[in-house]
């Protein structure tokens, strides 16, 4: 069980928490137009990747806040933990 | 009865204690502190059970873990446990067992005609013989397999124990208290760290309860009583005993079974029988040792062969003798030290040394006491069915292939040793990368992946003194970055024997003309020539080898039989071991109880229970219950001898002519504030939103980006800036992560609140032509006229005294209201609703009924709103703007979602107006169209309409717009039902929705 650092509660074990997806995806922009080929890519494409990762991770039974892990998905090591407004760097 | 192979005295046993127990309906006793296995050789009883494939008898082969035979079904206070390890169970009194996969005896078992017949179950054998044909496999050959092979029996009956999930956190975590736990765990308690040390035997000090050593001037046993005793005092170390830290997980999460009252006759009051530790350590010290391993000879799993070190522990610890002609087959010295240990108890054992001239002082020793030894002697076969009688045995030749000729000496037991290998397991399963050691022909820990060291033998470190000054400076060091505190510590003085190089020696060749069986995995019947044959094959890679010899599955993992299988692999493929490699250590490192996994999540506590604040109302009131989720919903409320059809037949109906009232609680209630509020959900529903006036509500369908419908409701404006959103009960949690998802992450801009009131209002929908007449008897002050309160209106009123929200929204299709109140007034309210009623006739309804009212409505739920439907599917598409984005929208306009044929709701009728329609069945255009018949659709709901008493279903029909008024069939193969059926507008009561606007 992976031990998560909530930046706004501290080290929690991940039954707290819930995954939610690539951090790096954006959605686009209301109202704007978007060729099929980008709404698929926000939609449904992506890497699957082995190695670093940053994901999307709520901390549902806690602060309920969205937070980004940068984690190693082949390791499960996690590097660092951002709230939801700070950028990724 | 006498136990005549118990030594006089010694060992750690309590001698004034005698227990009695039971083994196969036989009438026993030993001593307190035994463990089974020890009892059980003490009344000199060595076979205890019968292999796994040839049914050859079994006895005893280890003293601990590591055991592969003596496996029991064990009876406990009325319990029965299956594949209990006597080696590891206490004595306690009472104890009943008896042995496992034999019929009819032990003594006289007729399953071992496999062992006459063994050449026919070579490995593979399975998977070449019962192939064909194949419709034998599941009524002939699986179940014949099933009852010939296999160990205990799991109970069926429900488990009374209780068993508990404890969550710890540490600095330490020590995973065993031989020499290299004991000292580490002190200096780091010293330092002031947190400490765990966990023991998995029922005594502390592992091998230095056996080893003739000396530390500080006191015994290992001395030493490790006074450790042990220290650590047990300090408030910073919590010190177990029958704990197995059996998996090591990510982010050291360890997790370990304390076994609290297994060696209980009776688990006492209030107590666990185990209890299941997950631990979050910050430094994880492996202190688990290492087994012996035995040397492969022919019919070496014959009872009475077994690893010198068990015999050892048998006589020091337990007090007990494993044969009176001990035979020691060794290519160390190890074998030395039970040597010397049978003859300081009288016995004379012969040591059969593979080496050609070792010299240590252990051997010297050895020599001095007068013990025969043959060196460049190996035992080539034992002899014997249900015991060992004798031994072949012959001199080896210097490159060991050559035998010399065969002499047979008699004996009673033949006590093993080829070796240590230290136990890699946590160390494996943590994610280190393992190096192989050429020095003791073993795998050790190589470099760390997570905070872990591995200390002691399990490290290949076999001497004393370098374990416990490697183990107090780890235990140091490591508890220092931690605490910042280092305590000056003397290292004891040490005294050992000196030991000398092991031989690379684990295979006794075959004699000219003999075909012994090599065993190498004793539990599940693996032999070398089963590997050989693996590997003529073609199987190369050694997880295959595994699998299709089953070397190293059984239950004890083959912790005594993997590296004698990759030495053997690494032979024959002429390759290193390290490159042959090892397989995967997965947890658990020893098997644990499903009681102890599943803890108290078991029954009514597996899921919380959540009753609505009107439950006890309807428990009163002969409701029978349905899980909706985690909620406990009234599905119907039984009057006489009425069935479920019945009352939701009657509830439905006294809605459509008087009023009904269902209890609403459950329904998902987000509280929205802010000044964005209404920008908020005009783009998180398909709908417009920002002009909805104060006071008023409005329905709402919600996608996901996908363009799939992910839930619906209504939302309420209740002030200038505040909302109160519903979501179906299904969905609840959902909703708010969603909207969440969309304030946090995407559009953190807009300033708005979101958070979950579900459980702060009780609701009551009152529904049907009368419940305006019920409204104003129930709320005299409050103008609930149409005028005053319209279709899709809201409005505060005071019910009693209590504050009310009164929403006049419909989900039955009839004249309807839901009323609020905050929760602890919902019985009130409820109460009051049907004293007030009464006069109009109302009757409470279940969510049959409800559901029977919005089928034959045609409004959709769960069932048509099922992750696979887009607005157009549901008839929802009129709820889509034009004007505004929203999320999901832009899906709806991919080539699938327009299609012009898209699949869409419609509703059934049988053509008899008799059959009821199986929901899940397919429509189809053709019943006798040869398979697979092409499928139109499928039933998503179905109920008795009440209006037009007759069978009525929604379903999600291909092309639906255009098949209203077609004849087609419902068919379900599962019920074997086909039923011609019209096609007809899903709208099957008040189409023009004239009655919720009355």
Redesign the interface.
């Known amino acids: 069980?992976?031990?998560i650092k909530c930046p706004h509660c501290g080290m929690r074990?991940q039954n707290e928490f819930?995954y939610?997806g690539d951090a790096t995806v954006k959605?686009?922009e209301?109202?704007k137009e978007?060729s099929?080929q980008d709404?698929d890519n926000?939609?449904?494409n992506r890497k699957s990747l082995r190695g670093k990762h940053w994901e999307?991770w709520?901390h549902?039974s806690g602060c309920?806040?969205?937070i980004k892990v940068y984690r190693d998905t082949a390791?499960?090591e996690?590097f660092k933990t951002l709230k939801?407004?700070e950028e990724i760097s | 009865m006498t136990q005549s192979f118990r030594l006089e005295s010694g060992g750690l046993i309590n001698r004034d204690k005698k227990i009695s127990f039971k083994f196969n309906s036989k009438n026993y006793f030993g001593y307190e502190g035994d463990t089974l296995a020890s009892a059980l050789i003490a009344n000199g009883v060595h076979l205890i059970g019968r292999s796994f494939k040839y049914h050859r008898p079994r006895g005893f082969f280890g003293a601990g873990v590591d055991e592969p035979y003596a496996i029991v079904q064990l009876y406990r206070n009325g319990e029965t446990e299956p594949n209990v390890k006597a080696t590891e169970q206490e004595l306690f009194e009472g104890l009943e067992a008896k042995s496992v996969n034999c019929w009819p005896s032990v003594n006289f078992d007729v399953g071992a005609i496999n062992n006459f017949l063994k050449i026919f179950l070579p490995a593979g054998f399975y998977y070449k013989t019962f192939m064909w044909p194949k419709s034998f496999w599941y009524k002939v050959y699986e179940p014949f397999i099933r009852k010939a092979a296999g160990l205990g029996t799991a109970s069926i009956k429900h488990d009374k124990e209780r068993y508990e999930h404890k969550?710890e956190y540490c600095d330490l975590l020590i995973t065993g208290s031989g020499p290299s736990g004991l000292a580490s765990a002190y200096s780091a308690a010293k330092n002031g760290a947190k400490v765990i040390l966990a023991e998995d035997k029922s005594r502390f000090g592992g091998t230095l309860l056996t080893s003739e050593v000396n530390i500080g001037n006191q015994s290992g046993k001395e030493w490790a009583d006074s450790i042990i005793s220290e650590l047990k005092e300090m408030p910073n170390v919590t010190v177990k005993n029958r704990s197995q830290v059996f998996g090591y997980?990510?982010?050291?999460?360890l997790v370990m079974s304390e076994r609290l009252s297994d060696h209980l006759p009776k688990t006492k009051k209030f107590h666990p029988k185990q209890r299941l530790w997950?631990i979050?350590a910050k430094e994880v010290l492996i202190s688990s040792g290492s087994i012996e391993r035995p040397i492969v000879f022919g019919n070496n799993d014959t009872p009475g062969v077994m690893l010198s070190s068990a015999a050892k522990e048998y006589m020091k610890v337990y007090g007990v003798l494993v044969g009176k002609k001990p035979l020691v087959f060794t290519n160390n010295d190890s074998g030395y030290e039970t040597a010397i240990e049978f003859k300081k108890n009288g016995i004379n054992p012969i040591i059969l040394d593979t080496r050609k001239e070792p010299q240590s002082e252990i051997i010297e020793e050895a020599k001095n006491m007068n013990i025969k030894i043959k060196n460049s002697h190996v035992v080539v076969a034992a002899q014997g069915y249900k015991k060992v009688k004798s031994a072949d045995i012959a001199k080896i030749s210097d490159n060991k292939e050559e035998l010399g000729s065969i002499e047979n000496i008699e004996c009673d037991c033949i006590c093993v040793s080829g070796f240590w290998t230290p136990t890699i397991h946590l160390a494996s399963q943590s994610?280190n990368k393992t190096k192989f050691n050429g020095d003791i022909d073993a795998f050790v820990p190589g470099i760390s992946?997570q905070n872990e060291k591995t200390l002691g033998a399990a490290n290949g470190i076999y001497t004393l003194e370098e374990t416990l000054k490697d183990s107090f400076e780890k235990g140091n060091l490591t508890s220092k970055k931690i605490t910042n505190k280092e305590n000056k510590f003397s290292f004891p003085n040490v005294v050992e024997k000196k030991s000398t190089v092991h031989d690379k020696f684990w295979c006794v060749p075959l004699p000219k003309g003999k075909n012994y069986k090599r065993f190498l995995d004793f539990q599940n019947d693996v032999a070398v020539s089963d590997i050989e044959i693996a590997l003529k094959e073609g199987y190369r890679s050694i997880e295959h080898v595994k699998r299709y010899t089953t070397l190293g599955m059984a239950t004890d993992q083959g912790k005594t039989s993997n590296l004698n299988g990759l030495q053997l692999v690494s032979k024959i493929e002429n390759k290193v071991v390290p490159a042959v490699g090892h397989t995967t250590f997965r947890p658990p490192y020893t098997p644990v109880s499903i009681g102890a996994i599943v803890g108290r999540e078991v029954g009514k506590h597996s899921k919380p229970t959540r009753k609505s604040p009107m439950h006890l109302w309807h428990e009163k009131n002969n409701a029978v219950f349905v899980d909706a989720g985690v909620w406990l919903r009234p599905r119907y409320y039984k009057r006489g001898e009425e069935n479920l059809f019945e009352a939701s037949k009657r509830e439905a109906k006294n809605v459509r002519t008087n009023v009904g009232v269902c209890d609403v609680t459950t329904l998902g209630k987000i509280d929205i504030k802010g000044p964005d509020a209404a920008e908020l959900l005009n783009?998180v529903y398909t709908n417009a939103w920002l002009k909805l006036p104060v006071g008023k509500a409005r329905y709402g369908v919600m996608l996901r980006?996908?363009g799939i419908v992910m839930d619906d409701g209504t939302t309420t404006r209740i002030s200038e800036n505040h909302y109160h959103m519903t979501t179906t009960t299904a969905q609840a949690a959902n909703v708010l992560?969603h909207l969440?998802?969309y304030l946090?992450?995407?559009w953190?801009e807009l300033n708005v609140n979101v958070v979950s009131s579900t459980e702060q209002w009780a609701g009551a929908a009152i529904a049907g032509p009368k419940s305006r007449n019920l409204l104003q008897k129930l709320f005299p002050n409050s103008d609930v006229s149409n005028e005053g309160l319209p279709f899709m209106g809201y409005m505060e009123a005071d019910l009693f005294g209590i504050k009310a929200r009164i929403f006049r929204i419909s989900f039955s299709g009839e004249l309807a209201y839901e009323v609020n109140v905050e929760s602890d007034n919902g019985y009130f309210m409820w109460e009051k609703i049907i004293e007030f009623g009464e006069e109009f006739g109302i009757q409470p309804y279940g969510t049959e009924a409800l559901s029977t009212l919005r089928i034959e409505m045609g409004h959709v739920a769960g069932s048509e709103l099922d992750g696979r439907t887009i607005p157009y599917d549901n008839s929802l598409e009129g709820l889509l703007s034009k004007k505004?984005?929203?999320i999901g929208k832009?899906?709806l306009s991919?080539k699938a979602f327009a299609a012009q044929d898209r699949q869409k709701i419609v509703g059934v009728v049988p053509l008899d107006k008799k059959t009821s329609i199986p929901e899940g069945s397919h429509l189809v255009k053709d019943s006798n169209a040869p398979l697979p018949n092409p499928k139109l659709g499928y039933i998503s709901a179905s109920c008795w309409s009440v209006e037009h008493d007759n069978p009525f279903s929604l379903a999600i029909l291909k092309d639906g717009k255009n098949m209203i008024g077609k004849k087609l069939f419902v068919m379900s193969p599962l019920k074997n039902k086909v039923i011609p059926v019209e096609i007809v507008s899903s709208h099957y009561v008040d189409p023009k929705g004239e009655r919720v606007r009355s």
């Not at chain 2, 997980?249 to 999460?253: L, Q, V």
């Open positions: 069980m992976l031990h074990s819930s939610g959605r686009p209301l109202g978007i099929d709404w926000f939609v449904y999307l709520q549902l309920r806040q969205w390791t499960h996690i939801a407004n | 969550y997980y990510d982010h050291n999460m997950y979050r994610g992946k783009r980006e996908d992560s969440e998802y946090q992450l995407v953190p505004k984005d929203f832009r899906s991919r």
